[in-house]
């Protein structure tokens, strides 16, 4: 047994043993999050793509010939997961009495486990159906089976939002070659896979990708960005409010997956292709935005589409364009993909306008958007400026805790510091404007009040100046950030003078809401019946409960009571031994407790002026959101009626935030 799956069953019968231990559950989610993402739940619960592909399996198998030789061979299901597709093919050749064994097979040690346990449990015995522990490269039927075989049908579900990622073409090649029958009719379900993409509207997205920092000469961009060793980032348009295609869908390339000549030429050498997209609006390119067709018998009648209107479980590819382009209705905007085995990468000039090759800074995406939240930058200087107008003192320390790691808080602060000069210069106070004028532009200078040295400096000239300390309490996925916690904790601990001293933020209130939402739930646990499987009872115990980087605005949901405060000060909360505490919050319409979604408040100073990482006043900073899911309690339980009550108990471990619900009043 793989050791993740090891983990797992350790901290099962712990939870058996202790269900209410909160750091064991917190050990076993993330051990279940390393051993299983979290899109499968999403993917399971896609009953159009599951409705799809079990009507194209039935159809396809019916077709094949009923020859003697070809009626004994067996139906692989390739990177098999719960072994949904096997059971699919099980059933359908047990109707059509073909009397077809069924092999599956799968690389992760834990998903062939439950893939195994799933097609037992859902009534198909080893006799029917045999699940392999192993990559279909290393699928040697004689040593598992007894005998080697080739394969009249193989049906896989492999592709990621860009259809290539997870190595398809690559792994159908080499089935083609090993694994399916040369008899006339064997097959690969899905039969071809046609890939298009159009020209893509977005400030937000393009926000995430290229900040407006350049430090020591270098770009501050994402690895979609460069597109190198990640050719392209995933996300979902329909959340972001300002996506905008303008341009129809183009087609890139078809991809014949019954065609070995097609799959060969992909694996062993690369093409180029251009791509013209005819724009149908006026507006600013600043991406492309690449989905696929997924035909799943040849006669097409069957086809999955993950376009940006679409509602299925896949997200779209985003490769970010270097500039962004002025286009009008009619324009044709030409633009070159390399293409191979590993899909599609945007061919770019990444030359200074000298020629050079250009040199970057790469960091993740969302603290890209941190960068370019000019609204926050712009909102916590000002209670800067107020402190340094009411201080005598000769010389000052800037202090802004790391986002990433502690090589990257010049980066990120640099900005900041900009901004702060510009505040300096327009309220007049000269001495700070000299000081960052002075200290900042030397960038060996600032590496000394960097995050190495702030907590562990002997210099005693540096305890001579007031501080201001400012650290990103909440990350960008819209979680605390345990990181920024313990360092402000450190920092205050070392940073003792007698000078004056500002630590922003003041406080961070943490707020919420109760919700009822199918989608939640459905991104987070199988939900019901999978195809009239029940694959729910085996994987849900390996659900997960922390929901992070959540675009609540984008999220089917009904609210059930109004927004309440968790706790007035969460930092201070953070530095006291775990509390006992109890919410009682009123029901404002009856329904099914799903989550707690919650966000923070974060003060600058002691008034009532606070940023939240919500939606407020119509500002939309660069946080998400995340929420809490009661994805291990039942739903019968978590049912509410309206003018009721909810006793909810809230948790504080290990900077996460989690919740119990303890009991629920009547009105």
Same mark, same amino acid.
């Given at each position: 047994?793989?050791?993740?799956?090891?983990?797992?069953?350790?901290?099962?019968?712990?939870?058996?043993?202790?269900?209410?231990?909160?750091?064991?559950?917190?050990?076993?989610?993330?051990?279940?999050?390393?051993?299983?993402?979290?899109?499968?739940?999403?993917?399971?619960?896609?009953?159009?793509?599951?409705?799809?592909?079990?009507?194209?399996?039935?159809?396809?198998?019916?077709?094949?010939?009923?020859?003697?030789?070809?009626?004994?061979?067996?139906?692989?299901?390739?990177?098999?997961?719960?072994?949904?597709?096997?059971?699919?093919?099980?059933?359908?050749?047990?109707?059509?009495?073909?009397?077809?064994?069924?092999?599956?097979?799968?690389?992760?040690?834990?998903?062939? $486990?439950?893939?195994?346990?799933?097609?037992?449990?859902?009534?198909?015995?080893?006799?029917?159906?045999? $699940?392999?522990?192993?990559?279909?490269?290393?699928?040697?039927?004689?040593?598992?089976?007894?005998?080697?075989?080739?394969?009249?049908?193989?049906?896989?579900?492999?592709?990621?939002?860009?259809?290539?990622?997870?190595?398809?073409?690559?792994?159908?090649?080499?089935?083609?070659?090993?694994?399916?029958?040369?008899?006339?009719?064997?097959?690969?379900?899905?039969?071809?896979?046609?890939?298009?993409?159009?020209?893509?509207?977005?400030?937000?997205?393009?926000?995430?990708?290229?900040?407006?920092?350049?430090?020591?000469?270098?770009?501050?961009?994402?690895?979609?960005?460069?597109?190198?060793?990640?050719?392209?980032?995933?996300?979902?348009?329909?959340?972001?409010?300002?996506?905008?295609?303008?341009?129809?869908?183009?087609?890139?390339?078809?991809?014949?997956?019954?065609?070995?000549?097609?799959?060969?030429?992909?694996?062993?050498?690369?093409?180029?292709?251009?791509?013209?997209?005819?724009?149908?609006?006026?507006?600013?390119?600043?991406?492309?935005?690449?989905?696929?067709?997924?035909?799943?018998?040849?006669?097409?009648?069957?086809?999955?589409?993950?376009?940006?209107?679409?509602?299925?479980?896949?997200?779209?590819?985003?490769?970010?364009?270097?500039?962004?382009?002025?286009?009008?209705?009619?324009?044709?905007?030409?633009?070159?993909?390399?293409?191979?085995?590993?899909?599609?990468?945007?061919?770019?000039?990444?030359?200074?306008?000298?020629?050079?090759?250009?040199?970057?800074?790469?960091?993740?995406?969302?603290?890209?958007?941190?960068?370019?939240?000019?609204?926050? &930058?712009?909102?916590?200087?000002?209670?800067?400026?107020?402190?340094?107008?009411?201080?005598?003192?000769?010389?000052?320390?800037?202090?802004?805790?790391?986002?990433?790691?502690?090589?990257?808080?010049?980066?990120?602060?640099?900005?900041?510091?900009?901004?702060?000069?510009?505040?300096?210069?327009?309220?007049?106070?000269?001495?700070?404007?000299?000081?960052?004028?002075?200290?900042?532009?030397?960038?060996?200078?600032?590496?000394?009040?960097?995050?190495?040295?702030?907590?562990?400096?002997?210099?005693?000239?540096?305890?001579?100046?007031?501080?201001?300390?400012?650290?990103?309490?909440?990350?960008?996925?819209?979680?605390?950030?345990?990181?920024?916690?313990?360092?402000?904790?450190?920092?205050?601990?070392?940073?003792?003078?007698?000078?004056?001293?500002?630590?922003?933020?003041?406080?961070?209130?943490?707020?919420?809401?109760?919700?009822?939402?199918?989608?939640?739930?459905?991104?987070?646990?199988?939900?019901?019946?999978?195809?009239?499987?029940?694959?729910?009872?085996?994987?849900?115990?390996?659900?997960?409960?922390?929901?992070?980087?959540?675009?609540?605005?984008?999220?089917?949901?009904?609210?059930?009571?109004?927004?309440?405060?968790?706790?007035?000060?969460?930092?201070?909360?953070?530095?006291?031994?775990?509390?006992?505490? $109890?919410?009682?919050?009123?029901?404002?319409?009856?329904?099914?407790?799903?989550?707690?979604?919650?966000?923070?408040?974060?003060?600058?100073?002691?008034?009532?002026?606070?940023?939240?990482?919500?939606?407020?006043?119509?500002?939309?900073?660069?946080?998400?959101?995340?929420?809490?899911?009661?994805?291990?309690?039942?739903?019968?339980?978590?049912?509410?009626?309206?003018?009721?009550?909810?006793?909810?108990?809230?948790?504080?471990?290990?900077?996460?935030?989690?919740?119990?619900?303890?009991?629920? &009043?009547?009105?």
């Amino acid at each position: 047994m793989d050791l993740p799956s090891y983990s797992l069953q350790i901290f099962r019968k712990c939870l058996r043993l202790k269900p209410d231990c909160i750091s064991t559950m917190l050990s076993f989610e993330n051990n279940c999050s390393q051993a299983m993402s979290c899109w499968h739940f999403h993917m399971l619960n896609d009953n159009n793509r599951n409705t799809l592909y079990d009507q194209a399996i039935g159809k396809t198998l019916a077709q094949l010939p009923a020859t003697l030789a070809f009626s004994s061979l067996p139906v692989l299901d390739l990177g098999s997961g719960t072994s949904l597709l096997a059971m699919m093919a099980a059933r359908h050749t047990k109707k059509l009495q073909q009397h077809r064994e069924i092999h599956a097979c799968e690389a992760s040690h834990f998903m062939s $486990t439950i893939g195994a346990e799933c097609a037992r449990h859902n009534g198909f015995d080893d006799s029917m159906l045999k $699940t392999f522990n192993c990559s279909s490269f290393d699928l040697k039927t004689g040593d598992m089976v007894g005998r080697s075989v080739r394969y009249s049908l193989l049906v896989c579900e492999v592709f990621d939002c860009g259809f290539f990622g997870e190595g398809a073409i690559k792994s159908l090649y080499h089935a083609h070659m090993h694994l399916l029958s040369k008899l006339p009719g064997a097959c690969i379900l899905p039969a071809r896979a046609i890939i298009k993409c159009a020209l893509l509207q977005s400030a937000s997205i393009r926000k995430r990708h290229i900040s407006p920092i350049v430090h020591n000469r270098r770009p501050v961009v994402s690895q979609a960005w460069v597109g190198n060793d990640e050719r392209y980032s995933a996300e979902r348009l329909s959340e972001f409010p300002d996506a905008e295609l303008l341009s129809e869908g183009t087609e890139v390339t078809v991809v014949d997956l019954n065609n070995f000549e097609e799959l060969e030429a992909l694996v062993s050498s690369c093409r180029r292709a251009t791509v013209a997209m005819r724009a149908t609006k006026d507006g600013e390119a600043h991406a492309i935005v690449q989905w696929f067709r997924l035909e799943l018998d040849r006669e097409a009648e069957f086809c999955i589409e993950t376009a940006p209107s679409s509602t299925y479980c896949w997200q779209q590819a985003i490769y970010p364009l270097r500039d962004a382009r002025s286009v009008r209705e009619g324009d044709v905007v030409d633009v070159e993909f390399d293409l191979d085995a590993d899909g599609l990468r945007m061919v770019k000039d990444l030359r200074d306008k000298n020629g050079l090759q250009l040199d970057y800074h790469i960091i993740d995406e969302g603290y890209i958007a941190r960068l370019n939240d000019t609204i926050y &930058l712009l909102e916590w200087l000002p209670a800067i400026v107020e402190f340094c107008k009411g201080v005598e003192w000769k010389l000052m320390g800037l202090v802004i805790s790391p986002t990433i790691d502690g090589t990257e808080v010049l980066q990120s602060t640099h900005q900041d510091i900009r901004n702060l000069e510009q505040l300096c210069k327009d309220e007049n106070i000269a001495n700070l404007h000299h000081f960052l004028q002075t200290h900042f532009v030397d960038q060996n200078y600032r590496k000394r009040i960097g995050y190495s040295q702030v907590c562990d400096v002997e210099d005693a000239h540096f305890h001579k100046w007031s501080i201001i300390l400012s650290t990103d309490i909440v990350a960008p996925d819209g979680m605390l950030s345990k990181q920024a916690l313990e360092w402000r904790m450190l920092a205050m601990s070392r940073l003792n003078t007698p000078f004056p001293k500002l630590v922003l933020p003041t406080r961070v209130e943490v707020r919420a809401e109760c919700w009822e939402s199918d989608e939640l739930l459905s991104r987070c646990q199988v939900v019901g019946s999978t195809s009239g499987f029940d694959i729910a009872s085996l994987l849900n115990p390996y659900c997960m409960s922390c929901f992070s980087d959540l675009t609540a605005d984008s999220v089917p949901h009904r609210r059930l009571t109004s927004e309440f405060v968790v706790w007035d000060d969460v930092i201070a909360e953070y530095q006291s031994s775990e509390s006992e505490r $109890t919410l009682r919050v009123r029901v404002s319409e009856s329904g099914r407790l799903d989550a707690v979604l919650f966000w923070f408040r974060i003060f600058q100073d002691d008034s009532d002026k606070s940023i939240s990482t919500g939606k407020s006043d119509g500002k939309r900073y660069h946080w998400n959101q995340a929420a809490f899911v009661f994805t291990r309690t039942d739903a019968e339980s978590r049912k509410v009626e309206k003018g009721g009550e909810i006793v909810l108990k809230p948790i504080l471990h290990d900077a996460m935030i989690m919740f119990r619900l303890v009991e629920k &009043l009547k009105s």
